[in-house]
């Protein structure tokens, strides 16, 4: 059973910064990646940012030069600090987990940027 804990959601005003963070735990093998993914109402789910074991990132456009993704392997945590947030990144966060075997979603942390 894998499990994953998010925190660090909240209201921030247009221009502010927020961490997010998320923590997996359980039995986890042969972790290829993880990362963060954003549904905001009425849209699809799509991607922020992603971060491999290796340490290489992938950022949605969106994200590039705002958010900065990071990664403790030894503790199987992965952060997204995001700066300079905007009304259009209200939405809920999910923390995911690539292993070679299968994919697991956190629960979800509501980020919600308005004035």
């Known amino acids: 059973q894998v499990q994953l804990v998010e925190s660090g959601g909240g209201l921030v005003q247009p221009g502010g910064s927020l961490r997010l963070s998320c923590a997996a735990s359980g039995s986890i093998f042969r972790i290829v990646l993880m990362g963060w993914y954003r549904q905001a109402p009425g849209k699809q789910r799509e991607l922020v940012a992603t971060i491999t074991t290796g340490g290489y990132t992938n950022y949605a456009d969106s994200a590039k030069g705002r958010f900065t993704i990071s990664r403790i392997n030894a503790k199987n945590t992965v952060d997204l600090q995001m700066n300079s947030l905007k009304p259009e990144d209200t939405a809920v966060y999910y923390c995911?987990?690539?292993?070679?075997?299968?994919?697991?979603w956190g629960q979800g942390t509501q980020v919600t940027v308005s004035s």
């Open positions: 995911y987990l690539r292993t070679s075997y299968s994919n697991y």
